[in-house]
C-alpha cells in the first residue's frame, strides 16, 4: 500500500501562493497517475490536477493557467503550485495516486483562502 503525505496548506490572502508537497513512499515513477483532489465545505471531491508517468498534465477548467503540477522523481514527491489564489480555491486538497491497479489517497492538507 502506497502511503501519501500532503503538506504545505494554510491561510493565505486572495491572490496569493502556495505549493503543496505529496511525498510517496515508494518511487513515483512507478506510479501511473499522480494528482490532487480538492474538496471545499458543502462539495463534492473534484479533480483539481494530475501528472502522469510520462509528464502529461491534465488539469480543472477553473485551475488552468493558475496552477501548475509537477513530479520530482528523485524526492519521489509531486507538487501543486497554485497561484493567483481565490476564496473559491477554499477546500481541503487530497493527493491521490494509481498505481498496479490500486488507488491511495493522502490524509489531506487544508487551504484556505481569504478575501
Not at 489564489?85 to 483562502?113: F, I, M, N, R
Request: glycine letters at 12%.
Amino acid at each position: 500500500q502506497v502511503q501519501l503525505v500532503e503538506s504545505g496548506g494554510g491561510l493565505v490572502q486572495a491572490g496569493g501562493s502556495l505549493r503543496l508537497s505529496c511525498a510517496a513512499s515508494i518511487r513515483i515513477f512507478s506510479i501511473n497517475v499522480m494528482g490532487w483532489y480538492r474538496q471545499g465545505p458543502g462539495k463534492q471531491r473534484e479533480l483539481v490536477a494530475a501528472i502522469n508517468s510520462g509528464g502529461a498534465t491534465n488539469f480543472a477548467d477553473s485551475v488552468k493557467g493558475r496552477f501548475t503540477i509537477s513530479r520530482d522523481n528523485a524526492k519521489n514527491t509531486v507538487y501543486l503550485q497554485m497561484n493567483s489564489l481565490k476564496p473559491e480555491d477554499t477546500a481541503v486538497y487530497y493527493c491521490h495516486a494509481v498505481y498496479s491497479g490500486s488507488t491511495a489517497w493522502g490524509q489531506g492538507t487544508q487551504v484556505t483562502v481569504s478575501s
